[in-house]
C-alpha cells in the first residue's frame, strides 16, 4: 500500500487532506488511485493512519481515516551518520541503504582526504539527496522522511559531537574493539556515527573526534569501501540496540 507524508496540520479529527501537487500528480497519474482507495498516511513526527480517498481533485484530496497508530516502524535508537563526501553517484546509494536502514540524519561532510570540490552545486545535490530519502522513506514505510543537511566541514562536525550521547569512529588502524564492545557498556542515547571519505580519516581528524570523546571502533576484519561501511556500522548498531 503506498504511503505519503503530510504536516500535522493537515490531519484533522475524522480527515486527512493532501495538497502537495507531486503526491497529488503520483497518486492519479502513476499510481491511477481513485475515489475509495485506501492509503497510508503518516503525520511526520508521531502518528501513522491507514485512510479512504473520498474526494481527488486536481489541487487537494481528503481522506476519511480509517485507523491510527503510533509508528511501528521507527527505530527507538536514533543515530546521525557524518558522511565523508565521495565521489561520483556513491552518496545516492548511501542515502538510500540508510534510510531504509533506519538512520535519522545525515549530514554530508567535506574531509581532508574528500575529493570532491565544491563547486556552488551542493544545495542542487543536497536537494536531490533529499528526494532519494524521501523516496526510500515511502518505499520501506517509514514514520518520517530522515533529514539531509547541507555540506559542512570538519570543524563543524566537531562543534557539535557532544550534543550525542555516543560518538562512534568506525577506523580501519582499530583492530581490538568493536560496535559491539562499545555499545554494551555505554548508556543509551542518540548516537553520531562517522564515515570517512575513500580515503578515509585523516590522523588530525581521527585525533579531534577522540579528543571529543569519540570512541574508535573495527567493522570486521576486511576495510569497507565509503559506501558499504555506513550502511554496515548502521545495520551493527541497530541490531544490538533494537533487536
Avoid at 505519503?4 to 495538497?19: E, H, L, N, R
Avoid at 481513485?34 to 479512504?52: H, I, L, M, N
Avoid at 556513491?90 to 563547486?119: A, H, N, S, W, Y
Avoid at 555505554?186 to 562517522?194: C, M, Q, V
Wanted: hydrophobic share 40%; net charge negative; proline share 5%.
Amino acid at each position: 500500500m503506498s504511503r505519503f507524508f503530510v504536516s500535522p496540520d493537515a490531519v484533522g479529527a475524522k480527515t486527512i487532506q493532501i495538497d502537495d501537487p507531486q503526491d497529488l500528480r503520483h497518486m492519479k497519474k502513476a499510481l491511477r488511485m481513485k475515489v475509495g482507495d485506501e492509503v497510508d498516511v503518516s503525520d511526520s513526527e508521531r502518528w501513522e493512519y491507514r485512510a479512504r480517498i473520498d474526494e481527488l481533485e486536481d489541487d487537494a484530496a481528503v481522506l476519511t481515516i480509517l485507523d491510527k497508530q503510533a509508528f511501528a516502524r521507527e527505530p527507538s535508537t536514533k543515530i546521525t551518520l557524518f558522511q565523508g563526501i565521495p565521489k561520483q553517484g556513491k552518496m545516492e546509494t548511501i542515502v538510500q541503504k540508510c534510510v531504509e536502514l533506519g538512520v535519522t540524519r545525515i549530514v554530508p561532510v567535506f574531509m581532508d582526504r574528500t575529493v570532491v570540490v565544491d563547486r556552488g552545486k551542493m544545495d542542487k545535490k543536497t536537494a536531490r539527496w533529499q528526494k532519494v530519502a524521501e523516496e526510500a522513506a515511502k518505499q520501506c514505510r517509514r514514520g518520517v522522511i530522515p533529514q539531509v543537511d547541507l555540506p559542512v566541514n570538519m570543524d563543524r562536525v566537531g562543534e557539535h559531537l557532544g550534543e550525542y550521547d555516543l560518538v562512534l569512529l568506525p577506523y580501519e588502524n582499530e583492530e581490538n574493539i568493536t560496535i559491539r564492545d562499545v555499545l554494551r557498556d555505554a548508556p543509551e542515547g542518540d548516537i553520531a556515527l562517522l564515515i570517512g571519505p575513500e580515503g578515509g580519516f585523516s590522523e588530525e581528524e581521527v585525533e579531534m573526534v577522540t579528543e571529543a570523546g569519540g570512541r574508535r571502533v573495527s567493522l570486521g576484519r576486511t576495510i569497507l569501501r565509503t559506501e558499504t561501511a555506513g550502511p554496515a556500522a548502521l545495520a551493527m548498531i541497530l541490531y544490538e540496540r533494537e533487536l
